[in-house]
């Protein structure tokens, strides 16, 4: 018999070629089967069961799907806090990041270089905050641009750090926007702020939702949306 499968099931963990990765089990009661999900850190592995399943089950599935877990955490991007002669997306360009303690502290940008100083050990931190204002600024604006197009007053932001929803809508109307797309290019982060303001009028993903996100978006929706698909997971490497 093969080891895994005499473990303890409250022994809730996945051991893959370097790692060992705690499982989390639920339970759905609209799940027809188990489905099994790398957790978006790569810092955990979740299970879902039908509300019958049993936990020795969800173990042993996620055990014998041990190849294609490693498969998933290869493709991950290794996380790279930002450093001093390293590079720091913005907006789709890499901007070289120049450190020199006795600089002001707060960011300064020119066309291919951004310039700080204070302490080195909180210069992730500082550019963390710094990208952060940009989003928030940016996004505003893309939001007031595209709900003027909709017919509709400015809305409240937020902005968000989820892992696998990079906008949402209330419906109140508060959008909650994630900020790391200001690391993305221009287009890619309007797309998102002009999709959920269509959210706005069309809760939903009818074909009258994207035929008004298709008016409201002057870019090109298909590749904004393969963009994020292909190099959305690059957004998490500088900061986690």
């Avoid at 089950?57 to 055990?63: K, P, Y």
């Avoid at 017919?151 to 906008?167: D, K, N, Q, Y």
């Avoid at 939903?204 to 959305?232: I, M, N, T």
């Amino acid at each position: 018999m093969i080891d895994w499968l005499r473990r303890d099931p409250d022994d809730l963990s996945v051991t893959l070629d370097n790692v060992t990765l705690p499982l989390d089990v639920r339970r759905h009661p609209t799940a027809r089967r188990m489905v099994l999900r790398l957790a978006d850190d790569g810092r955990s592995v979740r299970v879902t069961l039908p509300k019958w399943g049993r936990t020795i089950e969800a173990l042993d599935f996620a055990n014998s799907r041990r190849e294609w877990l490693q498969t998933q955490l290869d493709k991950r991007p290794q996380q790279q806090a930002p450093k001093p002669g390293g590079t720091l997306a913005w907006r789709g360009r890499q901007l070289r990041i120049h450190w020199d303690r006795p600089l002001p502290r707060k960011p300064s940008l020119d066309e291919t270089t951004i310039r700080l100083g204070g302490p080195e050990e909180t210069l992730p931190a500082r550019l963390k905050r710094w990208l952060q204002a940009e989003a928030r600024e940016l996004l505003q604006s893309d939001l007031a641009f595209y709900s003027d197009r909709a017919g509709l007053a400015p809305p409240p932001l937020a902005l968000s750090s989820a892992r696998r929803r990079w906008g949402s809508c209330s419906s109140s109307g508060q959008m909650r926007i994630n900020w790391r797309l200001v690391m993305a290019p221009d287009p890619v982060r309007r797309s998102v702020a002009a999709h959920e303001t269509a959210h706005r009028i069309h809760f939903d993903h009818s074909p009258a939702f994207h035929g008004l996100l298709g008016q409201l978006f002057e870019g090109d929706l298909p590749a904004a949306d393969r963009w994020l698909k292909e190099h959305g997971r690059s957004l998490y490497a500088p900061f986690g």
